[in-house]
């Protein structure tokens, strides 16, 4: 008998910083998501969200070696409230890291107020 692993508000809490920024560092996504805990326990719950319930998936950015999550279709379809949520593919995963990275770089140093992001636009179409 196959039960089903739903994800719970918990989880999607944690998670929802995603739906914005499509991909994020786990610090990122800790500091976002206001978790409480340290990081190595919010890396615990991220790693039981990715290889148990399916609901992330990871990269290694193989410059700063830093692991990023991006949702998986399984997570958007907690998380976002639109059904055509794109993750990364393997043809833009590098640029949409890079392009949350120094989106969040400019606004610390607040070289801007105000930002949108491309997958925004696309999503809206």
């Known amino acids: 008998m196959l039960i089903e692993h739903i994800a ?9 910083p995603l739906e914005k920024w499509r991909i994020l560092s786990i610090e990122n996504l800790m500091q976002d998501s206001f978790y409480p805990g340290t990081y190595e326990s ?34 958007a379809s907690y998380v976002c409230d639109e059904s055509n949520h794109l993750s990364p593919s393997a043809n833009t995963i590098i640029h949409d890291t890079k392009v949350s990275m120094l989106t969040r770089e400019f606004i610390n140093l607040e070289l801007f107020r105000r930002f949108h992001l491309e997958h925004e636009e696309r999503d809206n179409v």
């Open 8 to 16: 719970s508000a918990t989880q999607i809490h944690f998670l929802k």
């Open 42 to 75: 919010f890396a615990k719950k991220l790693y039981r969200m990715e290889k148990g319930k399916k609901l992330i998936e990871s990269y290694i950015d193989p410059y700063t070696k830093k692991k990023y999550v991006y949702l998986t279709k399984k997570g």
